[in-house]
C-alpha cells in the first residue's frame, strides 16, 4: 500500500507529465519513478539555495572583495 505522500506524488508527476494516474501506472515502472523523485528532490534543494543574483548574496560578496582591498591597502 501507497503512503499518502507517495499517492501525492505521484498525482502531481502525472500532472506534470500529462498523463492520468492509469497512464502512469502502465508506462512507468518503479525504477523510472524512483528517478523521477530523485530529480524534483535535488530541484527543490536547488530552489532553496540563494542564487547568485540575490541581493544578499551579491552584498555579501562585496564586502568580502572590500575586505581584501583594503587588508591589501593597509599592509603597504
Given at each position: 500500500?501507497?503512503?499518502?505522500?507517495?499517492?501525492?506524488?505521484?498525482?502531481?508527476?502525472?500532472?506534470?507529465?500529462?498523463y492520468t494516474m492509469s497512464r502512469l501506472m502502465k508506462e512507468?515502472?518503479?525504477?523510472?519513478?524512483?528517478?523521477?523523485?530523485?530529480?524534483?528532490?535535488?530541484?527543490?534543494?536547488?530552489?532553496?539555495?540563494?542564487?547568485?543574483?540575490?541581493?544578499?548574496?551579491?552584498?555579501?560578496?562585496?564586502?568580502?572583495?572590500?575586505?581584501?582591498?583594503?587588508?591589501?591597502?593597509?599592509?603597504?
Amino acid at each position: 500500500m501507497k503512503t499518502n505522500s507517495e499517492k501525492r506524488f505521484l498525482f502531481r508527476l502525472a500532472r506534470e507529465l500529462g498523463y492520468t494516474m492509469s497512464r502512469l501506472m502502465k508506462e512507468m515502472d518503479s525504477r523510472e519513478i524512483a528517478e523521477w523523485i530523485a530529480f524534483f528532490s535535488l530541484e527543490n534543494e536547488d530552489e532553496k539555495k540563494p542564487k547568485q543574483t540575490d541581493p544578499k548574496v551579491l552584498g555579501e560578496r562585496m564586502k568580502a572583495s572590500m575586505g581584501a582591498y583594503n587588508l591589501g591597502r593597509n599592509s603597504r
